[in-house]
């Protein structure tokens, strides 16, 4: 079964400084890489899904990730920060369930990104 | 508008009273399911459906039952709730398998 580790779970950043957020998933690779954010006091939104082509994914609000296979990771970047950016970040990767199916989703304990000016 | 509803937003109980969080969604989704977000701990996915009448486990189901009778409803059920089952619950629906999963606002569930 797959897990997924993201590093650090608290992030601060300056306005306008790189943004890294790191994800690495535990086993075979998975066929599918999400990236979600969660503001305050609301449910999650899709930043970006990887599923099979280019290995660069990009998403909403600037956000890009990378897969990488060899290093079994898909860290989420953005060059420039902005206030706004400030939230709650999960990486998830699919699962294969019983049914044999990838329905189920897999996350991890999340990273709060804080942005300062 | 597409969306995920869930009701109640927020509910405040006692250690075994039966409760009922309801979840629906208007965008036709075959695929719902049902997490509960825990600090430290992520979303961990309690019951799933990939159809009606079609569920299944997820990572931490004790405790927990659902049904899917219509294609847009998902209810989850706490026949004797627990206060280790005090939790934000989230419920979700996708068109199925790699699609994105878009997410009701959550429940707050406290159990004294």
């Known amino acids: 079964a797959q897990s997924v580790t993201q590093l650090g779970s608290h992030v601060s950043v300056s306005e306008g400084a790189l943004v890294l957020l790191r994800c690495n998933y535990s086993?075979?690779?998975?066929?599918?890489l999400f990236w979600y954010v969660q503001y305050p006091n609301q449910g999650l939104q899709l930043l970006l899904k990887?599923?099979?082509?280019?290995?660069l994914v990009k998403g909403i609000n600037g956000f890009e990730a990378e897969f990488k296979k060899s290093e079994t990771s898909f860290h989420l970047t953005k060059p420039s920060a902005h206030m706004s950016d400030a939230a709650e970040y999960f990486c998830a990767v699919s699962d294969q369930s019983s049914s044999g199916g990838y329905n189920k989703l897999i996350f991890g304990a999340g990273t709060r990104l804080a942005v300062h000016p | 508008e597409a969306q995920v509803t869930q009701n109640p937003r927020y509910l405040i109980t006692v250690t075994g009273k039966k409760l009922t969080v309801t979840c629906s969604q208007n965008m036709n989704h075959e695929y719902m399911s049902w997490y509960r977000q825990d600090p430290g701990l992520g979303l961990r996915q309690i019951y799933y459906s990939m159809n009606v009448e079609v569920t299944d486990k997820g990572d931490v189901p004790e405790g927990y039952k659902v049904s899917r009778k219509e294609k847009r409803n998902f209810p989850l059920i706490l026949e004797s709730p627990s206060p280790n089952q005090t939790s934000l619950y989230f419920c979700?629906?996708?068109?199925?398998?790699?699609?994105?999963?878009?997410f009701g606002p959550g429940t707050r569930l406290t159990v004294l």
């Open positions: 990887y599923t099979t082509g280019a290995t």
């Open positions: 979700a629906s996708s068109l199925g398998e790699g699609n994105e999963q878009f």
């Open positions: 086993s075979s690779v998975p066929p599918y």
